[in-house]
Every structure is written in structure tokens, then in C-alpha cells.
């Protein structure tokens, strides 16, 4: 009678799948296993190695340039070929000059550089990273890296302030020198022109002060004033007294003998008295001085009231005799006295006199002298400040070298110093095998569904029984003879040997790389270690 098979679902389906092409399951998983876990012990280790280094703007010329650019100065081709050479490399000095430059580009890529600015602005913290298989050999070359990059920054700062502070040496030594050459010039000047380099700076009528022949001027012409004063003041004295001498008689009456009456002698004597006040009060004033005119007229009064006071007597019988002037002598002689010192005025008037109009004529030709002067003066004066503010700088730039040249002015500070690190960072094994195991299960599963799934017939009584309408009766297995039999078992038994014998090989290789390399061949070792430089 006619069966109805029961249908089953997609999952069952996919693990009787599963069961029944296990070993095409396992069998790629193993092999991609065994490959991963070899991959994870004969890949070359890396050991990655670490530094922070601070750079703080503390010198002059470090600014925050050189920490943005520390990422292409530190990886810079230059500075890690240097680093190498110095350094000794046996490595890198083997190959050929083509081989060399192939290994300091990868050297280059294995180079991290990160900076970080900080919070105020200032302050730059650059981290620098790099990855060897030699452990030794990443710590000593991160350490001489960053040493090479300091030093470098250092001695361009140092370099660039020595430049500076030349430059600016020869800029004082050329405003020195220029200094030096003008005030010889301004020196020769005066020399030629016998003027005295004492104070020269222009008065206010273009001249120079300290120029003796201006400074003679002056004082002839101040001396010449005062001359001309004292010669006005003597002619009028000459010219009172010659007066008073004119007025005065050659000869005076004797001693008179009054018959009858009384004189009036006291009263002329008085007047005289009065008479010799004026004459000495009116010396003090110059003849354009209001007090001058004043006393002349009274003095002409108090003459004329003495001669009519001479002229009257109160008695007319009078007894006298005649005798010459007593007070013409001294009078003449005081009148020669001060005609000699009028002569000795005049003719030191007339020297002042030409001594002016060769001072003013020296002077018209000393014009384009003084002009030449003041220039000069200004020129120096200029020179003089440009020397002052060139010396001012050259010894603000000595300063700063100084502290750049100082351990204050270092602006690096290693704050993370370069540790050997115990264990290899990259790759890591663990996730290798673990990788190999996933992928060699999803090659598996992916052979076996594909094989299962690729053909385009009937795999089972279920796939009929879902497409017939009618019920299947029943089925038939699959008849092998004892010969196919023997045929897909020694099939099988071929497959595994060769796959046990091959999963051993690798296992095998694996153990001996990891535990002792001389179990090997020089031949297998040296494709190894050719396939590791591959790897690296």
C-alpha cells in the first residue's frame, strides 16, 4: 500500500547535511587550524616600544610649529637613514644601496608619531611609537630617534640665534665703523678750521658754539658797547670840566680889606659847595639819561647865583689885590687826565672796531663751515643712536644664546622614557588560531554545502514526497557492490593518511620552530626564515 512520507524541516535537513559530510566539515577546518596555528608561531613577533617627549615653548625660537610638525620630522627619510648609520645596523648595512633604501621605508611605516596639543595651547606632548621583531633593537633605536629629533631642533634653534646674532654683530661693527669714520671727518673739519670741538651744538643765529673766533666776537662786542658808553660818559665829564675851566678866571683877587661893611663869603662858599655836589651827582648819569638835562640846568643856576653873589658888596670901600687861580692847576690836570684816557678809549674802539669786521668777515666765510658742521653733527647723532640700538640688540641676541645654550632652555622633557616591553604586541596568536578555526569551519561548511547543493537531482524520499501529488510507496537505497565498497573505503583510508600525515608534517614543523629549530633541515629553516622576512 502507499506510504506517506512525513516531510522534514530546513534545519533537519541542514544537520543530517551536516552529519552525513562531516569529515568534508572537519577535514578543512583542521588543515586552515593547523595552517593558522603554524602561521602563529612562525610569524615574527613585533615588540612595540613607546615614548612621550614634552615640548614646552620655552625657548626662543621652538614655537608650536615644531610640534605639529613632529610627525614628518621625526619619520623624516633623512633622520632615520642618519639614525641607522649611526647606530650600525649589520642588517642594514648587508644589503645594496637599493635593498637599503626598500628597508628604511618599511623601517618608516613601522614609525607612529602622534601629537597632542594640551589645554592651554602651549604645551605640545608628542608620542612616538615603533614596532621591531628585535626587542634590543626597537629600544635602542626609539631612543636614538628621539634624541636625534631633540638635538636637531636644539641645534637649528642654537644655529638660527648664532646667525641672528652675528648678523647682528657685523650690523654694529659696520654702524661702528661708520660712527668712527664721521666724527674723524667732523675732527679733520675742525682741525682745518681751528674750531675748538667743545660744545657745537648751532645757536640761534646759525652759528656753532665753541668756535673761538665767534666766541671773540661777542666779547668785542660786548666790549665794544661798554666802550662806547665810557667814551660818552668821559666827553661829557671832559666837557663839564673844560667848562667850568673856561669859566674859571686866570686870577682872583687877593685878600681884601674891608673898610666899612660887612662881606658875604659864606654865602659864595656854600654855593661852591653846593655847586662841586652837582658837578659830582651829574657824573653818575649819561648824557640821554632825564636826570642829566635836570641837574645841568641847575648847576648853570647855582653858577650864576655864585657870580652875582661875588659881583655885590655891602661896603664900597674895599681894599684888594690880584693873584692867579689856585683851582686852574688841578683843574687843567684832571681836564689832560681824562683827555690821555679818552685817546686810550678811542684807540681801543678803533681795534675792537677792525677786530669785529674780521670776525664778521671770518664768519661769512665759516657759514658753509657751520652748515657742514650741523650735518655732520646730526649724521653723528644719528649713527650714534643706530650703534646704541644695534649694540642694545647684539647683547639682547647674546642673552637668549646663552639661554638656549642653557639646560633651562631645552623645551623637551621626556615624560614617557622608552621601556623594553616583556611580551610582543602584534601579532597576536591567540586571535590568529582563533581566526584559522572560524575560517577553516566556514571553508568546511562551505565545501560540504556546496558539494551537497550544487547537484541538480534528488537527495532524499522527502525531496520526491514534497514534489509528487501522489503518495511514494516506498524506496530503494543505494546498491554498492562489495568492490565499490572496498573502493570508497580505501578511498577514505587514502584521504586520511595523507590528511593525518600532512596535519602532522605542519604540527610537527610547528613544534620544532617553536621548541628546536635544529630538528629541522638547513633547507626548511632557511625557506622559513625567507618566508618571516616575507611576513615582517
Same mark, same amino acid.
Given at each position: 500500500?502507499?506510504?506517506?512520507?512525513?516531510?522534514? +524541516?530546513?534545519?533537519?535537513?541542514?544537520?543530517?547535511?551536516?552529519?552525513?559530510?562531516?569529515?568534508? &566539515?572537519? #577535514?578543512?577546518?583542521?588543515?586552515?587550524?593547523?595552517?593558522?596555528?603554524?602561521?602563529?608561531?612562525?610569524?615574527?613577533?613585533?615588540?612595540?616600544?613607546?615614548?612621550?617627549?614634552?615640548?614646552?615653548?620655552?625657548?626662543?625660537?621652538?614655537?608650536?610649529?615644531?610640534?605639529?610638525?613632529?610627525?614628518?620630522?621625526?619619520?623624516?627619510?633623512?633622520?632615520?637613514?642618519?639614525?641607522?648609520? @649611526?647606530?650600525?645596523?649589520?642588517?642594514?648595512?648587508?644589503?645594496?644601496?637599493?635593498?637599503?633604501?626598500?628597508?628604511?621605508?618599511?623601517?618608516?611605516?613601522?614609525? $607612529?608619531?602622534?601629537?597632542?596639543?594640551?589645554?592651554?595651547?602651549?604645551?605640545?606632548?608628542?608620542?612616538?611609537?615603533?614596532?621591531?621583531?628585535?626587542?634590543?633593537?626597537?629600544?635602542?633605536?626609539? $631612543?636614538?630617534?628621539?634624541?636625534?629629533?631633540?638635538?636637531?631642533?636644539?641645534?637649528?634653534?642654537?644655529?638660527?640665534?648664532?646667525?641672528?646674532?652675528?648678523? #647682528?654683530?657685523?650690523?654694529?661693527?659696520?654702524?661702528?665703523?661708520?660712527?668712527?669714520?664721521?666724527?674723524?671727518?667732523?675732527?679733520?673739519?675742525?682741525?682745518?678750521?681751528?674750531?675748538?670741538?667743545?660744545?657745537?651744538?648751532?645757536?640761534?643765529?646759525?652759528?656753532?658754539?665753541?668756535?673761538?673766533?665767534?666766541?671773540?666776537?661777542?666779547?668785542?662786542?660786548?666790549?665794544?658797547?661798554?666802550?662806547?658808553?665810557?667814551?660818552?660818559?668821559?666827553?661829557?665829564?671832559?666837557?663839564?670840566?673844560?667848562?667850568?675851566?673856561?669859566?674859571?678866571?686866570?686870577?682872583?683877587?687877593?685878600?681884601?680889606?674891608? #673898610?666899612?661893611?660887612?662881606?658875604?663869603?659864606?654865602?659864595?662858599?656854600?654855593?661852591?659847595?653846593?655847586?662841586?655836589? $652837582?658837578?659830582?651827582?651829574?657824573?653818575?648819569?649819561?648824557?640821554?639819561?632825564?636826570?642829566?638835562?635836570?641837574?645841568?640846568?641847575?648847576?648853570?643856576?647855582?653858577?650864576? /647865583?655864585?657870580?652875582?653873589?661875588?659881583?655885590?658888596?655891602?661896603?664900597?670901600?674895599?681894599?684888594?689885590?690880584?693873584?692867579?687861580?689856585?683851582?686852574?692847576?688841578?683843574?687843567? $690836570?684832571?681836564?689832560?687826565?681824562?683827555?690821555?684816557?679818552?685817546?686810550?678809549?678811542?684807540?681801543?674802539?678803533?681795534?675792537?672796531?677792525?677786530?669785529?669786521?674780521?670776525?664778521?668777515?671770518?664768519?661769512?666765510?665759516?657759514?658753509?663751515?657751520? +652748515?657742514?658742521?650741523?650735518?655732520?653733527? @646730526?649724521? %653723528?647723532?644719528?649713527?650714534?643712536?643706530?650703534?646704541?640700538?644695534?649694540?642694545?640688540?647684539?647683547?639682547?641676541?647674546? /642673552?637668549?644664546?646663552?639661554?638656549?645654550?642653557?639646560?633651562?632652555?631645552?623645551?623637551?622633557?621626556?615624560?614617557?622614557?622608552?621601556?623594553?616591553?616583556?611580551?610582543?604586541?602584534?601579532?597576536?596568536?591567540?586571535?590568529?588560531?582563533?581566526?584559522?578555526? &572560524?575560517?577553516?569551519?566556514?571553508?568546511?561548511?562551505?565545501?560540504?554545502?556546496?558539494?551537497?547543493?550544487?547537484?541538480?537531482?534528488?537527495?532524499?524520499?522527502?525531496?520526491?514526497?514534497?514534489?509528487?501529488?501522489?503518495?511514494?510507496?516506498?524506496?530503494?537505497?543505494? %546498491?554498492?557492490?562489495?568492490?565499490?565498497?572496498?573502493?570508497?573505503?580505501?578511498?577514505?583510508?587514502? %584521504?586520511?593518511?595523507?590528511?593525518?600525515?600532512? #596535519?602532522?608534517?605542519?604540527?610537527?614543523?610547528?613544534?620544532?620552530?617553536?621548541?628546536?629549530?635544529?630538528?629541522?633541515?638547513? +633547507?626548511?629553516?632557511?625557506? %622559513?626564515?625567507?618566508?618571516?622576512?616575507?611576513?615582517?
Amino acid at each position: 500500500m502507499a506510504v506517506t512520507v512525513e516531510s522534514r +524541516g530546513q534545519l533537519a535537513e541542514f544537520l543530517d547535511v551536516l552529519r552525513r559530510r562531516r569529515w568534508q &566539515v572537519l #577535514l578543512p577546518a583542521a588543515f586552515v587550524l593547523a595552517f593558522g596555528l603554524a602561521f602563529a608561531v612562525i610569524v615574527p613577533k613585533k615588540y612595540l616600544v613607546k615614548t612621550q617627549v614634552e615640548l614646552r615653548p620655552v625657548s626662543v625660537s621652538v614655537s608650536s610649529k615644531d610640534g605639529a610638525n613632529a610627525a614628518f620630522q621625526v619619520r623624516s627619510r633623512e633622520r632615520v637613514r642618519e639614525v641607522v648609520g @649611526n647606530l650600525k645596523n649589520q642588517e642594514y648595512l648587508a644589503l645594496s644601496p637599493e635593498q637599503r633604501h626598500e628597508w628604511i621605508a618599511d623601517l618608516q611605516s613601522s614609525i $607612529k608619531v602622534s601629537p597632542l596639543r594640551s589645554g592651554d595651547g602651549e604645551t605640545t606632548f608628542v608620542n612616538i611609537e615603533y614596532a621591531s621583531v628585535d626587542r634590543q633593537w626597537a629600544v635602542t633605536f626609539l $631612543k636614538a630617534l628621539r634624541h636625534h629629533w631633540c638635538e636637531d631642533v636644539l641645534a637649528r634653534d642654537r644655529n638660527k640665534v648664532r646667525e641672528e646674532k652675528s648678523a #647682528l654683530l657685523e650690523k654694529q661693527l659696520a654702524a661702528e665703523r661708520q660712527l668712527n669714520a664721521e666724527e674723524a671727518t667732523l675732527t679733520e673739519l675742525c682741525r682745518k678750521h681751528k674750531i675748538y670741538r667743545g660744545d657745537q651744538r648751532p645757536r640761534p643765529d646759525g652759528s656753532i658754539a665753541g668756535d673761538p673766533s665767534l666766541d671773540l666776537l661777542s666779547q668785542n662786542v660786548a666790549e665794544l658797547d661798554d666802550i662806547k658808553s665810557l667814551l660818552t660818559q668821559k666827553r661829557v665829564e671832559q666837557a663839564v670840566l673844560q667848562a667850568r675851566f673856561d669859566e674859571m678866571p686866570a686870577e682872583i683877587e687877593g685878600p681884601t680889606e674891608v #673898610l666899612s661893611g660887612a662881606g658875604n663869603d659864606e654865602e659864595i662858599a656854600q654855593l661852591e659847595r653846593e655847586i662841586v655836589a $652837582k658837578r659830582a651827582e651829574l657824573l653818575k648819569y649819561l648824557p640821554n639819561h632825564y636826570r642829566f638835562a635836570q641837574l645841568s640846568r641847575e648847576l648853570e643856576e647855582l653858577t650864576d /647865583r655864585r657870580d652875582r653873589t661875588a659881583r655885590i658888596l655891602k661896603r664900597t670901600d674895599v681894599i684888594a689885590s690880584r693873584q692867579p687861580n689856585p683851582e686852574r692847576t688841578p683843574l687843567r $690836570k684832571q681836564i689832560e687826565d681824562l683827555e690821555l684816557e679818552i685817546q686810550k678809549l678811542e684807540a681801543r674802539q678803533r681795534g675792537l672796531e677792525q677786530a669785529i669786521s674780521d670776525s664778521e668777515r671770518h664768519g661769512a666765510e665759516m657759514q658753509s663751515v657751520w +652748515g657742514d658742521l650741523r650735518q655732520l653733527e @646730526n649724521k %653723528i647723532a644719528v649713527l650714534r643712536e643706530a650703534h646704541k640700538q644695534a649694540e642694545l640688540a647684539f647683547n639682547e641676541k647674546s /642673552r637668549q644664546l646663552a639661554m638656549v645654550e642653557s639646560p633651562s632652555g631645552n623645551p623637551f622633557v621626556v615624560t614617557e622614557d622608552v621601556i623594553p616591553p616583556l611580551h610582543p604586541t602584534e601579532p597576536n596568536p591567540t586571535m590568529i588560531v582563533a581566526f584559522a578555526l &572560524v575560517a577553516g569551519l566556514a571553508a568546511g561548511l562551505a565545501l560540504a554545502l556546496g558539494l551537497e547543493f550544487s547537484k541538480s537531482a534528488f537527495r532524499s524520499v522527502h525531496d520526491v514526497g514534497r514534489l509528487l501529488v501522489v503518495p511514494v510507496l516506498g524506496s530503494v537505497n543505494t %546498491i554498492q557492490t562489495e568492490r565499490e565498497l572496498r573502493a570508497a573505503s580505501m578511498r577514505r583510508l587514502l %584521504i586520511g593518511l595523507s590528511s593525518i600525515l600532512l #596535519l602532522a608534517s605542519v604540527g610537527f614543523v610547528t613544534w620544532a620552530w617553536a621548541a628546536s629549530p635544529e630538528l629541522l633541515s638547513s +633547507g626548511l629553516r632557511a625557506k %622559513i626564515e625567507l618566508l618571516r622576512e616575507q611576513l615582517r
